[in-house]
């Protein structure tokens, strides 16, 4: 027998879907049990949830502001930031004193980014942070000129076309000049229509090398070198004390000028903060040195030297007081004086010998004064000394001053040298210098085993080449890519193969002089690092179509796969040697994403 | 002597201002205004201003507190003195604290 139960259907009005509704809105489902149908209010309520979330900011923005936070830190401006939405989800984050005083506003509404601080006469706006440091440049600041009517000297770092900056170094040297009140480290696209004047200076600080957290960043780091209008404005910016007086943010309740919308209060940073601050901001962003130092100092120095007189015996080398003008916005002396003096500890000796030569040599203010031969002779002496007793190997920040001091010494012969028209022996020389380059630059790299017996030298665009590939099957597309690091090369459809031998090189290529390079020409680029070698290992580990070109000064890789398919965006990139030249990739611009190197 | 000197410490100063946030929000939504429409009112420049300090981050600039105080529907003698309890509250004790007894 079985027991047989009757279960009583279950009414309509007996089913349970107050789960289903909340309020008015009532989840429902199609026959099919498959597709959801939400009222127009939940599906309003998801949408607006969504759009929230997707107007938040992205995880390369978020390590942009983080970054900057730390370049703040390392540069003793301890702070804290804070983030979040409006009811609308844009997203804002401050930059807030350990007391809780926000000096900085940053936020993004509709696609802008938006700066604000008591510092600043009226909040900045644009579309990335490199349009906010242009809407900075033209006088954002509130005080533009000092007691005397002077204009603040503005730092002007020139960008060539195929330099890029991260996102965080622009914002962490925008946010560093607002803070200290300060246009001195403003990176702009170079303004053409502006002569050079006199204020304009590259400082020359190096108190980061007295501090831990600086001495970490120097050794990935370049120099700080450059311009200087006097010897003053370099030692003016130097701390006489690191230790004296804390990393602390003054908060200035007497400050005038205060901001009419938010009201916040000036902010002033301790001079000792301004100095150490900037070098490390500098250095750990690679911010100033390439110019002076890494890329191609050859022809900086060339530039540098055009501000000499062109006998080194002659007695009247102190000043140019013939031709102003030509030594206008550079003083050699200072820069010698002060990277000795700040960045060489060990030469102290020689930095004091040539100071004191110098100081007898001409006014410390006397705009243009440059070297006398006795201290030209004293820089050679320095050089000499310095080769013999610094390993390059295991220092590498002096092996950038045995650089420095092996320019200076050659210092008379460039000029001349530039003038002179090129002879067979020359380009024979080229050669050489070029396969010297090559080989040297790729130890560096880490890639000296890539391409190896796989070089030829070719003749193109008047000098001499080496290339893993023969350089005649490039198509216009990748010739278009090819011109832009080659500028000037304008025969590359047609490049003349070159045998090994040096006289075959000084019949078919003899190298053209040199254009000519100020120092306003001359791009900034960021240091090779670690980073980008796995870039461009990961590049010649992808593909077997990533092939090489050597210049005398300038490595380019180049990935053909960024050429395959008429919709590839390509990429062109350059990163300055520790030991001297270029390293440029071109590739598709999605790899230059995935290591970082670039923003979406 | 100075070190004597009362300090508020800022996780004290945090906390008054995360508070004062809070009222902030509920004094503008009781106004039935979006942070947009707030920051309109006072002409701010940017809306996320308002965000920022129901947050609890930054202040209220002195010269503007009558204009919050109407934005927001508030008696500015009333207005005032909350403002003060979170931000300053020893001198809000010192002043006020016969007549809170």
């Given at each position: 027998m079985t027991n047989i139960y009757d279960f009583p259907s279950r009414s309509i009005e007996d089913k349970e879907d107050g789960f289903l509704q909340q309020g008015s809105d009532t989840l429902a489902f199609d026959e099919s049990g498959k597709h959801v149908d939400f009222s127009d209010k939940v599906y309003q309520s998801i949408e607006r949830s969504r759009a929230y979330e997707r107007a938040n900011w992205s995880n390369q923005e978020l390590a942009s502001i983080y970054r900057v936070k730390c370049l703040l830190d390392a540069a003793q401006v301890p702070c804290t930031v804070e983030r979040g939405q409006s009811d609308e989800g844009d997203p804002w984050c401050v930059y807030c004193t350990p007391g809780g005083e926000v000096f900085i506003h940053l936020c993004r509404i509709s696609g802008t980014y938006i700066l604000d601080s008591p510092n600043l006469s009226a909040p900045i706006s644009g579309a990335n942070f490199t349009q906010l440091i242009e809407r900075f440049s033209n006088g954002a600041l509130q005080k533009t000129r000092d007691s005397n009517g002077q204009k603040h000297r503005v730092v002007k770092l020139s960008r060539g076309d195929n330099v890029f900056l991260h996102p965080a170094t622009l914002l962490a040297a925008l946010i560093w000049s607002i803070y200290v009140e300060s246009e001195e480290l403003v990176l702009l696209s170079q303004d053409e229509q502006e002569e050079p004047s006199h204020d304009d200076a590259i400082l020359l600080v190096n108190s980061l090398a007295e501090t831990p957290s600086g001495q970490e960043l120097l050794k990935e780091a370049t120099f700080i070198a450059g311009h200087a209008s006097d010897a003053n404005l370099i030692n003016d910016r130097l701390p006489d004390h690191l230790d004296d007086g804390e990393a602390?943010?003054?908060?200035?309740?007497?400050?005038?000028?205060?901001?009419?919308?938010?009201?916040?209060?000036?902010?002033?940073?301790?001079?000792?903060?301004?100095?150490?601050?900037l070098s490390a901001i500098a250095v750990a962003v690679g911010l100033l040195s390439e110019s002076f130092i890494n890329r191609q100092p050859d022809a900086e120095l060339a530039d540098l030297l055009a501000t000499l007189p062109d006998d080194p015996g002659n007695e009247s080398l102190l000043t140019n007081t013939e031709n102003p003008d030509k030594t206008k916005g550079v003083d050699l002396a200072a820069i010698v004086t002060s990277f000795f003096d700040h960045l060489v500890p060990e030469t102290g000796s020689y930095a004091s010998a040539l100071s004191d030569q110098m100081a007898t040599d001409t006014s410390p203010v006397a705009p243009g004064a440059v070297l006398s031969a006795d201290a030209m002779k004293l820089l050679a002496e320095l050089a000499a000394n310095l080769r013999a007793e610094i390993d390059p190997d295991t220092a590498p920040v002096q092996t950038e001053v045995v650089e420095l001091a092996n320019l200076l010494v050659d210092l008379p012969a460039t000029p001349e040298n530039a003038d002179t028209p090129p002879s067979a022996p020359q380009a024979a020389e080229a050669s050489n210098a070029l396969s010297g380059f090559v080989d040297n630059a790729l130890k560096i790299t880490g890639l000296q085993n890539i391409f190896d017996d796989m070089l030829q030298q070719y003749a193109l665009g008047g000098t001499v080449i080496?290339?893993?590939?023969?350089?005649?099957?490039?198509?216009?597309?990748?010739?278009?890519?090819?011109?832009?690091?080659?500028?000037?090369?304008?025969?590359?459809?047609?490049?003349?193969?070159?045998?090994?031998?040096?006289?075959?090189?000084?019949?078919?290529?003899?190298?053209?002089?040199?254009?000519?390079?100020?120092?306003?020409?001359?791009?900034?680029?960021?240091?090779?690092?670690?980073?980008?070698?796995?870039?461009?290992?990961?590049?010649?580990?992808?593909?077997?179509?990533?092939?090489?070109?050597?210049?005398?000064?300038e490595l380019i890789f180049i990935d053909f796969t960024a050429f395959d398919e008429a919709d590839d965006i390509s990429h062109t990139m350059s990163w300055s040697l520790n030991g001297g030249g270029t390293v440029s990739v071109v590739g598709l611009a999605s790899e230059f994403q995935d290591f970082d190197l670039i923003v979406a | 002597m100075l070190a004597e000197v009362h300090k508020v410490s800022p996780e004290e100063a945090r906390e008054q201002r995360t508070a004062l946030g809070h009222w902030l929000k509920e004094l503008r939504e009781q106004q039935g205004l979006s942070q947009r429409e707030l920051a309109e009112s006072l002409s701010l420049e940017y809306y996320t201003f308002i965000s920022q300090l129901e947050n609890g981050r930054g202040k209220i600039p002195t010269h503007r507190y009558a204009e919050w105080a109407a934005a927001l529907g508030q008696d500015p003698q009333e207005f005032v003195k909350a403002l003060l309890f979170y931000y300053e509250p020893s001198t809000y004790k010192i002043l006020f604290e016969k007549e809170a007894v």
């Open positions: 602390q943010l003054v908060v200035g309740a007497d400050y005038a000028p205060q901001r009419d919308v938010t009201g916040k209060n000036g902010l002033f940073p301790p001079q000792t903060v301004i100095a150490t601050g080496e290339a893993s590939f023969d350089i005649a099957s490039i198509d216009q597309a990748e010739t278009s890519a090819l011109e832009r690091l080659l500028p000037g090369k304008t025969d590359i459809e047609k490049p003349v193969p070159v045998r090994s031998d040096s006289s075959a090189v000084a019949e078919s290529a003899v190298p053209a002089p040199k254009p000519d390079t100020t120092v306003e020409d001359m791009p900034v680029f960021s240091l090779f690092d670690d980073n980008v070698r796995k870039f461009v290992n990961h590049l010649l580990d992808k593909s077997e179509k990533v092939e090489m070109i050597a210049t005398e000064s | -």
